[in-house]
Structures are given as structure tokens and as C-alpha cells.
């Protein structure tokens, strides 16, 4: 089993920024692919971004290119997620998840198998 622990969320004003943190436990995820996903109240899970096993490749939502950077640290087993120029509309509750088992980059949520509770983000304007 594999758990992951997200933290760093928070209240911001709008252009504010954050860094997001998810630690896993249980299993290396040296290995394996990570994501960031988020849920805004009253719509559906959405992807943000993913990163491959092993850092060299990552991709990113529309809504979130060139203001989030994901990045990870195989030897502490965290994955990150910082967040700049944050709008009100990036405003959610934000998830971590691995696709243990695949090392390649994935923005489908049916590609990971754990996930963590989530942490809350809220921007105003």
C-alpha cells in the first residue's frame, strides 16, 4: 500500500503563490508517476499536472501552464507542486496520486491507483 500525505495549502489574495507538498509512505515511488489534480466546489476532479518517474518529463493543465511548476525529490519520496500568480479560479481542493507501477507521464485520472485526501487552496481577489 502506498499513502500520501499532501500539505501546504492555504488562503492567498489572487497573484499570491504556494508550494504544495505530498509525501509518500509505505513504497519507494521512485519509479513511478505523479500528478496533481484538483476539485472545485460543485465540479468534476481535474487534472493539473503530472511528472515522470524520474523528473525528466512533466506536463501541465491549459489553465496552469507557466504559473504551477510540479518537480519531486525521489530520496525524500515527496513530490511538489508551486503554485504562482494564483487566480481566484484556481480556488479548489488540490490532490496528490502515483501511478505505481507506470513511469510515464499520464493527465488521465484513471491512470493513478492512490491518492492522497487533498488539501485545500483558496484564492481571493
Known amino acids: 500500500q502506498v499513502q500520501l500525505v499532501e500539505a501546504g495549502g492555504g488562503s492567498v489574495q489572487a497573484g499570491g503563490s504556494l508550494k504544495l507538498s505530498c509525501a509518500a509512505s509505505g513504497r519507494t515511488l521512485s519509479s513511478a508517476a505523479m500528478g496533481w489534480f484538483r476539485q472545485a466546489p460543485g465540479k468534476a476532479r481535474e487534472f493539473v499536472a503530472t511528472i515522470i518517474w524520474n523528473g525528466g518529463d512533466t506536463d501541465y493543465a491549459n489553465p496552469v501552464k507557466g504559473r504551477f511548476t510540479i518537480s519531486r525529490d525521489n530520496a525524500k519520496n515527496t513530490v511538489y507542486l508551486q503554485m504562482n500568480s494564483l487566480k481566484p479560479e484556481d480556488t479548489a481542493v488540490y490532490y496528490c496520486?502515483?501511478?505505481?507501477?507506470?513511469?510515464?507521464?499520464?493527465?488521465?485520472?484513471?491512470?493513478?491507483?492512490?491518492w492522497g485526501q487533498g488539501t485545500p487552496v483558496t484564492v481571493s481577489s
Open positions: 496520486a502515483t501511478s505505481w507501477g507506470r513511469p510515464y507521464i499520464a493527465t488521465s485520472s484513471d491512470a493513478y491507483n492512490y
